[in-house]
């Protein structure tokens, strides 16, 4: 059913101005499994082999290590017999080469090892081949050039001599594709981007800063103790409201949360092409994300809410590199700072701001300092909802980490909210058997509970939570990550 289903689905057709595109044979609704699709293939990023599987992507402590070339690691011996098949050329390899080489490298030569055994279609729900689409190689600047001739260079050396040869072109084409088409593989928890893989069947699906789908790698049942369940990589496309039969699917390739001029920059370079889409043609909400702040029907003028805006800007140069250095004190002084100065001026939109919201509250939930954190949190998902698509998974992530905090404040009431808003975003971006939706449907309950418990009686509601805590503090928050470290781009750039 599922082979009929991705051909039932979608058609490929000639799409105005964008080359080749989808589009959809039926109507759909928010929440739909347009297509799941396999990798052809996919690798762990250079700098986590040693802390994700390389076969299932989960992220571990203890991994086991290849006896042989001691590079690639796994959960246990399930998932590298599973791994096997992908792993066995590239481990010899690797042996003989004396190291593995870059991401870049070990993607491409897995590709072509597959390739070389099963042929150019290696599934039957498969749409395009990787010969059909495009490398744009010639559209490349001078030093993204550069380093795509040591790559090639040194993927022939590394590239076996008992394998089958290929022409350059052949090998460059490869390179190009994963180039512009490489999407970030996420762990388990969908919370990191740890690999990088090719997903034909998607690299069909063109951009939309706006757009009616959204891409989510479900793994499977990643949370079975058995590891013969841990599914095979794979994306699911999910539409996120209603779509008319003979309407284009399109996914964002980047970020809502910046600006027209800004995000069509960003897909110039690193993706070669102009959007043209509504949202950048008519700038729509542009304005509300550099607007100032009216306060009784008084406005700033446009000079003070450009230094509030350019004081920003700045400071968040300073905030991130005292994050990389773990820093974490400085950076809630250096916020703080900048929140004094600029939020009197700026609206609850400016995107300047909703960065320093959210940095913050990610700072000061892991610093423990959970009402500060659930106050910013909150503010943060105030100003999103007005720029966001409803059922963008950004916003329900968002609107999950400000309920848990919320929730780790004592705020049960407002944090409920919060999580039963997450939860039915991410029944439409992730489905009901993603980990993070189950996770959610857990907090959902739990915090019922404890609301239901709070409204009888709110003082043995707080001695209660307080021996909890006391007991077991609630551990949901990892380090602060940077705002960009997000999943925030579909494909994966090198940068």
């Given at each position: 059913?599922?082979i009929?289903?991705v ?5 490929i057709f000639?799409?105005?101005?964008k080359g ?7 109507e759909?609704w928010a929440?739909?499994v347009?297509f ?7 690798v762990?990023?250079d700098?986590?082999a ?5 076969s299932c ?5 203890k991994?086991?290590?290849c006896g042989q070339c001691k ?8 998932c590298?017999?599973?791994?096997w098949?992908?792993?066995k050329?590239?481990c010899?390899a690797?042996?003989?080469?004396g190291?593995?080489?870059n991401?870049?490298i070990?993607?491409?030569?897995r590709?072509?090892w ?11 729900m498969q ?7 495009e490398?744009?190689?010639c559209?490349?600047q ?5 380093e795509?001739k040591?790559?090639i260079h040194?993927?022939l ?12 072109d ?10 512009c088409n490489?999407?970030?593989v ?6 990191q ?22 891409v ?13 369940f ?5 994306i699911e496309?999910?539409?996120l409201g ?23 920059r960003?897909?110039?370079t ?6 043209t889409?509504e ?8 304005d509300?994300?550099?607007?100032g ?6 406005k700033p003028?446009?000079e ?12 968040m140069?300073?905030?991130e590199?005292?994050r ?5 004190h ?6 703080r700072?900048c929140i004094?100065?600029a939020e ?13 919201y959210?940095t913050m509250?990610?700072?000061q939930?892991?610093?423990?300092y959970f009402e500060?954190a659930a ?5 943060m998902v ?5 720029l ?6 950004a916003?329900g992530m ?7 905090t919320?929730?780790?404040a004592g705020?049960?009431e407002?944090?409920h909210?919060?999580i039963?808003k ?9 489905g ?11 907090m959902r309950?739990q915090?019922?509970m404890?609301?239901r418990m ?12 307080e ?16 705002v960009?470290?997000?999943?925030k781009d ?6």
């Amino acid at each position: 059913s599922t082979i009929a289903s991705v051909m039932e689905n979608v058609a490929i057709f000639d799409s105005p101005g964008k080359g080749r595109g989808l589009k959809a044979n039926k109507e759909f609704w928010a929440g739909d499994v347009i297509f799941a699709e396999a990798s052809l293939s996919a690798v762990v990023f250079d700098s986590l082999a040693e802390r994700i599987c390389h076969s299932c992507f989960r992220r571990q402590d203890k991994l086991q290590r290849c006896g042989q070339c001691k590079f690639a690691h796994y959960c246990d011996r399930t998932c590298q017999r599973a791994g096997w098949a992908e792993h066995k050329q590239e481990c010899s390899a690797i042996k003989t080469f004396g190291k593995a080489p870059n991401e870049n490298i070990r993607l491409v030569a897995r590709i072509l090892w597959r390739l070389d055994k099963e042929g150019g279609v290696v599934s039957d729900m498969q749409l395009t081949t990787l010969e059909e689409l495009e490398d744009h190689i010639c559209d490349m600047q001078e030093d993204e050039m550069k380093e795509f001739k040591v790559d090639i260079h040194n993927f022939l050396d590394y590239w076996p001599r008992n394998s089958k040869q290929h022409t350059i072109d052949v090998i460059s084409h490869i390179f190009g594709v994963i180039n512009c088409n490489g999407f970030s593989v996420s762990d388990q928890r969908g919370l990191q981007a740890v690999g990088v893989g090719l997903f034909l069947n998607l690299c069909l699906v063109n951009h939309n800063c706006w757009p009616n789908c959204t891409v989510i790698l479900n793994h499977g049942n990643q949370s079975a103790v058995n590891t013969m369940f841990h599914s095979q990589r794979r994306i699911e496309l999910r539409a996120l409201g209603k779509i008319e039969e003979g309407e284009e699917l399109t996914v964002s390739y980047v970020d809502y949360l910046n600006l027209s001029e800004e995000r069509q920059r960003h897909l110039k370079t690193q993706y070669f092409f102009e959007c043209t889409c509504e949202h950048c043609k008519n700038k729509t909400k542009d304005d509300l994300k550099m607007a100032g702040r009216e306060k009784d029907g008084v406005k700033p003028t446009e000079e003070q809410v450009k230094e509030a805006s350019d004081y920003c800007y700045q400071m968040m140069d300073k905030i991130e590199k005292a994050r990389l250095n773990g820093d974490y004190h400085e950076v809630v002084k250096l916020c703080r700072g900048c929140i004094e100065k600029a939020e009197p001026v700026l609206a609850d939109t400016h995107i300047y701001l909703l960065r320093i919201y959210s940095t913050m509250s990610e700072v000061q939930s892991y610093l423990q300092y959970f009402e500060e954190a659930a106050d910013y949190a909150r503010k943060m998902v105030e100003g999103y909802v007005k720029l966001y698509h409803p059922n963008n998974a950004a916003l329900g992530m968002a609107a999950m980490r400000a309920g848990v905090t919320h929730w780790q404040a004592g705020l049960i009431e407002v944090g409920h909210g919060m999580i039963c808003k997450a939860y039915a975003i991410l029944m439409v971006t992730h489905g009901p058997t993603h980990p993070i939706t189950k996770d959610l449907d857990a907090m959902r309950v739990q915090t019922e509970m404890e609301l239901r418990m709070f409204k009888e009686n709110e003082y043995v509601y707080h001695s209660m939570r307080e021996a909890a805590l006391k007991n077991k503090p609630m551990t949901m928050m990892h380090e602060p990550k940077s705002v960009e470290e997000g999943i925030k781009d579909l494909f994966h750039r090198r940068k």
